[in-house]
């Protein structure tokens, strides 16, 4: 039977709070499931002591390092034999509310009427994105299967990151403004433009342009160019975002005082890319990212004075050490330019504007997709965007589907994960790559390039500082660029193992393609390879993921529980938590040594 768009969005709603809850609240204990009609069922059983019940939620496609995928879901009181059917939206609240019962129970300082109000929060969220996914499954449904190229696949997540407790929450994005700056809906607008007194626009540039000379040239090729006067700067705006401005008093005093000029929509189209608040045009040599009065996931989206100094720095960076020159299969994805409006008193006007080069302008995006698309759950009906490309490598080769997934994980590796272990090995230099920062060109079908976005995600080690600051000395003056090795190496296995290479694993494993020990394996004797040919950080970050019985996870489920906003947030480090690292499985280690001796 096929699923409508509802159903499917309570199953993806349900798997996404279901995988946080057992990561970080609860794990459950195994279970057998007893139906009328057919064998048992494997489950995992959740006990739920202030309600008084037990909850089992069917395990249909087990996972030792992604989310678990799940089926039906039964429920029973303590003192009740009897199980019954449960709708997931009426499991999830039962879960919900068993966290804060836990948390009152063990937080005697946190008042009652405030955690009611947290429960209540991440109830209203839950509910948002579970509608935003219904949505985004009804349009997707009505276009016809779009090709893998940049853009069609920033486009497609309609179920977003798998192991967020509310992956489509977008507070501050009406339904009627969802269908123009979605990217799941495909909407395209133009930007918003204002004048600004040259004096109040801080900018800067790595490029031989400035960025007043940029934005100047991305206006005038749409057509209808706005008008700035002499002495003047335009400043591109997201229109969601020249509304809040337009409301702020800062805003409005520079208006009143003629500092300051609101132009209004002019210039080419733009449409959203997977961030949202990061825009596109195939005709234009650069995308813009904005900051954005919605709160996304977990955070409302802002570019920070430092972020915007970070991008600058790196792009030097990058340019300085030569980097294209000595990797051949990895790109950073530069940030180089950006301009903002200056109020004394303020971090941030609200202007600041990030300019990315766009290395995808025209027919450069084909095959290009992000890592998040890649590795997707596929929609209702259909298969994986990875299975789709196994399955055709295989049948245009003959081989096997096990031995075509065996062969294109490992040029993987190689091509995406290696470049940044060498990096980081190189320069001390670690990226934020998670799934949606990482993408690769997969034209061919198997993987030959890869990219890397996103100034908000540079890890410095201050064991390399001297050697940075000789390339580029202003890093020593942008505040949160340099950790500690030890707080990198933990942050940068959550991003690029947990969050990347594990989601690979473990789509290849749902959808029988390869078992995911297989996979392990290989990725452990590369990890090996690199702690051999490598010196450095890198090296130290190998065998830190190789030989530690644990591995960081974020726990996006706690930030939401108690409301934060990790960007506006000191939490740090406490945003993130062990998990056992299944590359130290028993069953893995002993299949690792059987197969050295077999090699041997």
Known sequence: MTQTSRQAAEKATF????????????????ARHRTARGP?????????????????????SPSSC?????????????????WRNIERLSALHSLVHETYQDNRRTMENAGSDRMRGFELELLMRVLDSYQQT?????????????????????????????????????????FWQQERYAPELGGAFKLHYFAARADHVRHASARALTAPDIVAAMAASGGDMPTARAGEVLLPMHPLQAEALLLDPDIQALQRDGILRHLGPSGPCFTATSSVRTVYNAEQDWMLKFSLPVRITNSVRLNRRHELDAGVAMAKLVDRIGFAERSASFRIIQDPAYLTVEIPGRAESGFE?????????????????????????????????????????????????????????????????????????????ALEAHQQNSLIDILGGYPRFSYYRDNQGFYLSERYRSLLAAHVPETETIGSLYFAESEIRERFSYYLIVNQVFSVISRMGH?????????????????????????????????????????????NLTTRLFDVDELQSDAGASLYRPIANPLRSPSLLAMTRTSHAIAS
């Open 15 to 30: 798997q996404s709070f279901a995988n946080c809850y057992l990561r970080e609240v609860n794990p459950g204990v195994a």
């Open 40 to 60: 048992g069922v494997d489950c995992i059983e959740w006990s739920l002591p202030s309600q008084h019940m037990l909850l089992r939620a069917e395990i249909v």
């Open 134 to 174: 219904a949505l985004y499954l009804d349009k997707a449904r009505e276009r016809p299967v779009q090709a893998d190229d940049f853009l069609a696949a920033e486009q497609s997540l309609v179920f977003g990151h798998w192991l967020h407790p509310t992956p489509k929450s977008r507070q501050g994005m009406t």
């Open 511 to 555: 959808d029988g393609l390869c078992d995911e020990g297989a996979l392990l394996c290989l990725l452990r004797a590369h990890l090996e390879g690199c702690a051999l040919t490598m010196a450095g950080a890198g090296r130290d970050f190998a065998r830190h993921v190789l030989d530690q019985p644990t591995i960081t996870s974020k726990a």
């Open 353 to 429: 504007t990030i300019l990315r080069e766009n290395l995808f302008a025209g027919s450069r995006g084909a095959g290009v997709v992000t890592m998040a698309a890649l590795t997707a759950d596929p929609m209702p009906g259909e298969t994986s965007r990875l299975m789709r490309l196994i399955c055709g490598l295989a049948a245009s080769s003959g081989q096997s589907l096990q031995t075509v997934a065996l062969d294109w994980f490992q040029r993987y590796l190689e091509r995406a994960v290696e470049p940044l272990i060498r990096f980081f090995d190189d320069f001390g230099v």
């Open 66 to 82: 992604g989310p678990i995928q799940f089926g039906r879901i039964w429920g029973r009181g303590t003192s009740d034999p009897i």
